[in-house]
DNA sequence: ACACTCGGGACTACCCGTTAAT
DNA sequence: ATTAACGGGTAGTCCCGAGTGT
C-alpha cells in the first residue's frame, strides 16, 4: 500500500499509527489484515518494494556510475515516497523489530561492485580498500540524508552529496580519472 | 533521568513508552510529571544533558584533534546511554515535536574551530572547503553510527569511523600532517 | 449506549468516568470508541436519544395540552434515565463542550406553538406574551425540576409542577378556560 | 480562596481541577491543604462565603422588597463571582457530596418572609399559598439563571426575572399593590 | 502556625494493533 | 472484505499527603 509508505517515511515506525494509514488508503482494518498479517509485515512489504521502483541510471560501471547512483537516488529521495519509507524504516530496524540489516548490505554490495569495476579499470589510487570505501559511502549518505532531512527536508540533499564527492575523490581516484569525473555542483542528472 | 536516556537510546522517542521508563527508574508518574511537563519535556532534558557529561580530548586544536574527538565520540557511543539518547533522539527529530537542528549544528561548529585551526596551521590542502568539511564529517560519523548500531550494535563504531578518517585524510591533508596524523586501527585512545 | 445515560444522569458530564460507563454497560474501551470518536460525542448521542422515547400525551394544543405535557415530562424524569441526562446535560452546557442551547430553544418552541393555539382559541389574557411564556414555563420547570431532584430526588417534582401551574394559571388564562382546567395536585395523569 | 469560586463557577465541582484553582490563585498545593482539607472542603468555604458579602437591599418587607432582592441577586450574578460558584455548586449538589440542601431551603425561607409580611399587609390574593410561592420563586430564579447562563452569558438575566414578575404579579397581589409595585424591565436598581 | 517542594498512585480520556463473527 | 469488538497501552491529570523548612 502506497499510503502506508508515505505514514511510514513521516512519522517512522512506531510513531506510524495503522489508523492514519488506513484512512489515508480509504481501506479499512480488516481488508488490510487480509492482505498483511501484521504491522511489522506491512513495514517489510514496503521495504521491499521501496527498492523496486528505482530506475538507476545505466552506464558502465565505475567510479562515475557510482557517483550518478548516489546523486540519482538523492533525487529521488525528494519525492519519491516508497524510497523515503525504505530509508527511514532502514535506519529505525531495531525498535520495529525488523532485524534486517539487508538494505545497508544490499546497497555496499551494489556500490562495491563498481569499485571493483574502478579498479580493475584503474580508477583507483592503490592504497584505497574498496570494502571500506563502499560502507563508506553507505554511512555517508545515510548520515547527510538525515541531516539534510532534518534542516531543509531534503532539499539540500543531492548538494550536500555532490560536495561529499568533491571531497571524497581525491583520496579515491587517481588523477586523470579524477578530472575526468562529473559532479554537478547542484546534483542534477548527467 | 537516566532511566529515561537508556529506554529513548533503545527504543527511540515514539517506541519508548513512559511507564517503561518509569518503573525502571522506580518511580511513579506523579514524580515524574512534578520535574518534567511532558514526555517531549523529558526527552529535551535527556538531549541537554546529553552532551554534557562528555570529557572531550584535550590537546591542541587542528586535524589530529578533531580525529580525536571523533573518535572519542565513537568509544564513548558505546556505554554512555546518555549520548546514546541525544544521537537517536537527534536523528529522530520531527517525530518528537523537538524541531532543534541545533544538535548538528552544535557538532558541526566544533568541528569547524579544529578545521579553521588546522588551516591556519597549514595543515589543510587548499581545495578543502572547511564548512562543506564539518558537515560531511558529522554527516559520515552519523550515518557510520547508524550502520554500525544495526550490524554490530555499535561494536565496531570506532573502527569504522576510522578507517573514515583513513579515506578521508589523504583527500583533506597535507602530506607532511597526513604522514603525522595517528589513527589507531581499533580506535583505541592515543 | 443506555448505562451512558445513567451515569450521566447520575454525576454529570465530568463527574462520569467514562471506566464507569464502560463497566456498567460491561462493554470494553475500543467497542465504544468504535462508536463514539470522544466522550463528547457520547453525550450529544445521550442527549439525541433522551428526546426520542418520549410519548407526548396528544389532545388538542392550548393550555390544557401544555400543562399535560409538562406534567407528564415531571412523571417521566422520575424513571426515564435518558430523559433525566438529557436534562443534567442540558443544565451543564458549556462544561460539556456541548454548546447547544439548542435543548431549551426547542421546548420553548413545543411550548410556544401550544401558547399560541390557546391564543387564537382565547384562553389566554390580553396581557400575556406567548414568547415570554414559553420561556418562563421552561425555566420555571427546569429550575423546579433542579430543587426537586436535590431534596427529593424527583419524588414530589410532579406536585411542584403543579403548583407551579395552579400558581401561574390565574395570571395567564382568561377566568372560564381556567375553571375548566385540570391541574391534578399529584401530578397524575388524566 | 476567591480564585477558587471563579473556577468552581465557570467549570463546576467536578470540572475544576485543583491546580487551576492553584495557579490561578499563585499558590501551591501544600499551602492550601493546610487552610482546607480537601476539594470537598474547599468546595464548602466557597459556598459559605458566596451568600456573606450581599449587600441585599433594604426597605420594608412585602412583594416589593422580595421583587427587589432578586433583582438585585440577578444583577450580582452577572459579575460576582462568589455568588456565581454559590449558585453552581448548589445545583450541582449530589456530584461534589457536598448534600446540603441548605442553599435553597435558606434563600426561600428568606422569600417566605417577605411573603408572610405581604400576606399581613394584605398583598396577597387569598388563594396564594406562601410556601408554595416562595418555592416557585426559587425554582424560577434558578431555572431562568441556568437558561440565561447558557445562552447570554447571564447578560439578560435580569430582564428575564422581571418578566417573570411581570407575569406573576398578577396571580398573587391584589390589584392595588400590583398597581404599585415597581417591575423596571430591564432589572436596573430602584 | 504556615508554606513549599516533592512525590504517590489511581484515574483520565483516548488509541493501539489485532482478531472474531458473519 | 466489513463491522464490531477486545484488551492492554498511550500520555497525562487527579486529589492528596509526607517530609522540610521558615
Redesign the interface.
Known sequence: LHAAAEVFGE?????AGINRILQRAGVTAGAMYFHFSSKEDLARAVICDSAADLNLPEGGPGLQHLIDVTLYLARELQHNSFFQAGVQL??????SGLRE?GS?EWWAERYLEDLRAARSQGEL?P???EE??A??V??????????S???TDRADLPQ?IA??W???????AVPETRAALVIPRDGAPR
Do not use: D, N
Open positions: 512519522c517512522g515506525y512506531s510513531g532502514a535506519i529505525e530496524q531495531g525498535e540489516y545497508y589510487l592504497e584505497v580498500q571500506e570505501l560502507q563508506i553507505v554511512g555517508g549518505f545515510t548520515g547527510l540524508q538525515v541531516m532531512k532534518i534542516s550536500r560536495a561529499f568533491r571531497c571524497l575523490v581525491p583520496a579515491v
